[in-house]
């Protein structure tokens, strides 16, 4: 079962950021938040991850609280082609020790002109 | 393109039939992932494969079975399909070493039961 909660659906405009909300309140100390986002039935897509601190890439920034109990993912600035669904994950990867993605519902995200 | 390959793309078959789906990890890759995503199930984990052991089962019928090669590529068959097996499958791999590794998607296959 996932671990993880989020809003089912979420609506940005064009140009604006996009703050997409995850809950991990029983996240384990040796377990990352992972990023993942579908477009339409393509492979999901790597995001980003992170365990504690703050994590940013050319795709987006990861805020984790400093519980780590939530974090929010943010697209800068969101166009037409992020219109996608999101998964927030978390997962022990440790190693030859990891463990598979378990995906929940998601967050369907769609950018607005 | 994240570096993982899956054959076919498309593959429509009859019910009762057998499939073999194919996937090549990224280069060096040790781990292999299978998952199937139908329209009202969402994404799900089947088989976990890592430089050849099964390493976890999640939701795999026991028509399914996969195996991982000793050049790494892996293969997933589906045997009596059903109409209900209709599915998109989905390859992944990730590396072995690294806390927090990647775990990185090939397009699909999708398969059509008729």
């Known amino acids: 079962d996932a671990k993880t909660t989020q809003p089912p659906s979420m609506d940005c405009a064009e140009g604006r950021a996009a703050n997409l909300p995850c809950n991990h309140s029983?996240?384990?100390?040796?377990?990352?938040v992972y990023w993942y986002r579908q477009i339409h039935s393509q492979g999901p897509q790597y995001i980003i991850h992170?365990?504690?601190n703050n994590e940013t890439n050319e795709m987006a920034s990861l805020i984790i609280t400093e519980d780590r109990k939530s974090s929010t993912l943010i697209l800068p600035h969101a166009t037409l082609r992020d219109t996608a669904v999101y998964y927030c994950?978390?997962?022990?990867?440790?190693?030859?020790?990891?463990?598979?993605?378990?995906f929940g519902k998601g967050t369907r995200l769609s950018v607005i002109a | 393109d994240s570096g993982v390959t899956q054959t076919p793309k498309h593959l429509i078959t009859a019910t009762g039939q057998r499939v073999t789906l194919r996937c090549s990890p990224r280069?060096?890759?040790?781990?292999v992932y299978w998952y199937q995503q139908s329209l009202d199930q969402g994404l799900q984990f089947l088989i976990h494969?890592?430089?050849?052991?099964?390493?976890a089962k999640g939701n795999i019928l026991e028509r399914f079975s996969a195996q991982q090669f000793p050049d790494l590529h892996s293969e997933l068959n589906l045997s009596s399909l059903e109409l209900g097996d209709s599915a998109l499958y989905f390859c992944?791999?990730?590396?072995?070493?690294?806390?927090?590794?990647?775990?990185?998607f090939g397009e699909g296959s999708w398969l059509t039961v008729v």
């Open positions: 992170g365990l504690k």
């Open positions: 029983t996240i384990s100390g040796n377990e990352y």
């Open positions: 280069s060096g890759d040790l781990s």
């Open positions: 994950i978390v997962r022990v990867a440790i190693g030859s020790g990891n463990t598979p993605l378990v």
């Open positions: 494969y890592y430089n050849g052991e099964e390493r």
């Open positions: 992944a791999s990730s590396s072995r070493t690294g806390a927090g590794n990647t775990i990185y």
